[in-house]
């Protein structure tokens, strides 16, 4: 362009100049007609590409650019309409401008010849003019077409590429033709198709998602702003491996190129177009529309939806400050302030419920508000970078950051989340007699708050675009190095485990493990708290303890009670019989008692006195049950004798310990 702007001049590869001044409207495209064979073949190529990316109409339109010999017409429309497929399936096996088509000719006959890129092999095309001075192209009869159809094919190996070849992108042709395609199904499989045709190795791993679908969206458009006659105009010979130019201007250009240096290397958009694309939507926004657009629909997309409006409501909120444009900054200001609104709203109702759960008196601290307000505002404005079409440049300074900042915030929230859930599943566990719930528990807190550690290592290394396979064998070499040095304490851990799985009692339970006594009071991811008869509390490894012979006394059905009582004087046989049949109907009447269970009677003969030795099962899941019913049977017992006259001597009474380990002793 000349320095005012208002005037331009350029060149075809072919040679012609074009100069032109500035419009200040558009002009509409011309009508198409058959006046020029120029016009005809650009129509037949564009009616084409339509129809095989999707719009099989299109082939009728494409119809009314052939003119058939008499000798060689088919007879029915479906017929014609596959002549007219395989044409085209030859044509593009050719490589040509439109523009090096004579607009017009000297007679009523013009051939074309189309060549074939990379080879020496041309297709020519006869274009014939009828009596109303209408072009057309002359449809070549069936042997013909076949023989031209062969030649090309063993110019490039012999081989006939299957309708999906295309995807493998091994020619600038066939990058183009998939992008295209992908776009129009973006909304289906044609995402992916799209992006592997993009070289976005220079956008941050984390950011390609995004950044790649709004790199896809812009490149679409300015696609569709410079222009398209044909696809057959892109070289499709991929041994050539020159880097294909599409279109070139100051702020940018678009070019196909192979990614690599293998002979499969795929063709994609390069780097470079990626970087630049934005830029040239922008300066080629305001571009006239072009006389022909690449086939496929332009899929929707948030952030041009609201730029459209913009530029028709508030045009100048486009004006630029750096590398964004003031609408853009104001939205995203109005997303922060509305993320910041809706965190602040969620945190408190959420601070409420985490005290519920935890119960009163369990302390909520100020942190775990700002933790769960930070983690959903960001949470919330994460939708909407995408939308604003913030540039690749901000995002790759501001994700890590923000990113970063999520990560300490909702491994925070996460953490004291799990602490109040322990407290609540605790108390559940104080109401059942699950043999493993407090160990369960335990065990799981544990290995949340583990995996909540992993997960947050895992995610800055996401958000810092560190490789996550670095990440994982780095742990797994210190996982090693930990575990060789922690033996024990992964014994203990393991131990856990085993307590869980094995069940061998629960929290309350009176328990003997060698030299453990005492009754069960939690059980960690470490160890267990025993507290002793002395009442201390003992610390036992979950390793020890899984490995000794535990003797669970609180899993008793019925407790034992063996005890004997001295008779001094008073003993004659028939006062013995009947205090064995009145302290034998005594146990009888009482629930409490097991009575056919229960042994009543003499038991040994001793200077001291007559021996005689009570045994029985008490009804009895507590230890202060167990006393109870014991005082009162002894009271009893008493009582009996001395209503009988029997006189009971000082003596020990041989009993099971109880869960103290205190043995039973009755001093008449």
């Excluded at 005809?40 to 009728?60: Q, T």
């Excluded at 104001?330 to 609104?341: D, K, N, R, T």
């Excluded at 999520?406 to 609540?424: E, N, P, R």
């Excluded at 006062?575 to 097991?594: G, H, K, N």
Aim: glycine share 10%; with cysteine; hydrophobic share 45%.
């Amino acid at each position: 362009m000349d320095p005012s702007g208002n005037s331009f001049s350029g060149r075809f590869d072919a040679g012609e100049w074009w100069t032109g001044g500035r419009s200040a409207i558009p002009e509409a495209s011309p009508a198409f007609n058959h006046k020029s064979p120029r016009e005809v073949l650009r129509r037949f190529i564009i009616d084409c590409n339509i129809a095989r990316s999707g719009r099989p109409d299109e082939w009728g339109n494409a119809l009314l650019n052939i003119d058939f010999d008499d000798a060689s017409t088919p007879t029915s429309l479906g017929e014609k309409l596959q002549r007219v497929r395989d044409l085209f399936d030859v044509i593009d096996m050719t490589t040509f401008r439109v523009w090096s088509v004579p607009d017009q000719a000297p007679g009523q006959r013009l051939n074309v010849r189309l060549e074939q890129s990379g080879t020496d092999a041309a297709l020519t095309l006869a274009m014939v003019q009828d009596s109303m001075g209408e072009w057309r192209i002359r449809m070549p009869d069936a042997a013909a077409l076949a023989a031209d159809r062969d030649a090309l094919l063993a110019a490039r190996g012999g081989q006939t590429p299957d309708a999906g070849a295309f995807r493998k992108l091994q020619n600038p042709r066939d990058t183009m033709r998939s992008f295209l395609e992908g776009m129009a199904d973006w909304n289906g499989a044609g995402r992916a198709l799209a992006l592997s045709t993009l070289d976005l190795s220079g956008i941050p791993e984390v950011l390609r998602t995004q950044q790649g679908a709004l790199v896809a969206q812009y490149l679409r458009r300015v696609l569709n702003q410079i222009g398209l006659v044909g696809l057959q105009a892109i070289p499709d010979d991929g041994k050539d491996r020159t880097p294909y130019v599409h279109f070139s201007h100051p702020m940018g250009r678009i070019v196909i190129a192979p990614n690599g240096t293998e002979t499969n290397a795929p063709w994609q958009f390069t780097a470079e177009t990626v970087a630049n694309v934005a830029n040239l939507y922008t300066v080629l926004d305001e571009l006239p529309p072009p006389l022909a657009t690449p086939p496929g629909a332009i899929p929707a997309a948030p952030f041009f939806t609201l730029r459209g409006a913009v530029r028709t409501h508030a045009p100048g909120l486009l004006g630029r400050l750096g590398p964004v444009e003031y609408w853009q900054l104001i939205g995203a200001l109005c997303v922060l302030a509305a993320a910041a609104m809706i965190g602040v709203l969620i945190a408190w109702p959420t601070r409420l419920a985490i005290a519920r759960l935890a119960g009163d008196g369990a302390r909520q601290p100020r942190w775990f508000s700002w933790a769960v307000a930070i983690t959903f505002a960001l949470v919330f404005a994460n939708k909407f970078p995408t939308v604003l079409g913030v540039p690749e440049q901000i995002r790759r300074v501001t994700y890590p950051i923000i990113g970063s900042i999520l990560i300490i915030a909702a491994a925070g929230a996460v953490w004291h989340l799990l602490g109040a859930a322990s407290l609540a599943l605790q108390r559940l566990s104080d109401r059942t007699v699950s043999a493993a719930d407090d160990i369960l528990f335990s065990l799981l807190l544990a290995a949340a708050r583990l995996g909540v550690v992993i997960a947050a290592f895992l995610g800055f290394a996401y958000f810092l675009s560190i490789p996550t396979s670095g990440v994982l064998a780095g742990l797994g070499i210190g996982g090693l190095a930990f575990a060789f040095a922690s033996r024990e304490t992964l014994s203990n851990v393991f131990g856990a485990g085993i307590l869980v799985a094995d069940r061998p009692f629960r929290r309350g339970d009176w328990i003997t493990a060698g030299d453990i006594d005492g009754a069960v009071e939690h059980v960690g991811i470490r160890s267990t708290r025993v507290r002793s008869a002395q009442d201390s509390i003992v610390v036992v490894p979950n390793g020890k303890l899984a490995d000794s012979t535990i003797n669970n006394l609180g899993t008793r059905r019925h407790r034992l009670f063996k005890t004997q009582f001295v008779v001094t004087s008073g003993g004659t046989p028939e006062r013995l019989d009947r205090f064995a049949s009145a302290l034998r109907e005594r146990v009888a009447s009482d629930d409490s008692f097991v009575a056919r269970r229960t042994d009543v009677g003499v038991c040994g003969v001793s200077e001291a006195g007559i021996q005689f030795e009570l045994t029985t099962y008490l009804n009895a899941s507590t230890s202060s049950a167990e006393r109870a019913i014991k005082h009162v049977l002894l009271i009893d017992v008493l009582r009996l004798a001395e209503g009988i006259g029997l006189r009971l001597g000082k003596g020990m009474l041989d009993s099971e310990p109880d869960d103290l380990g205190n043995k039973q002793e009755v001093d008449p």
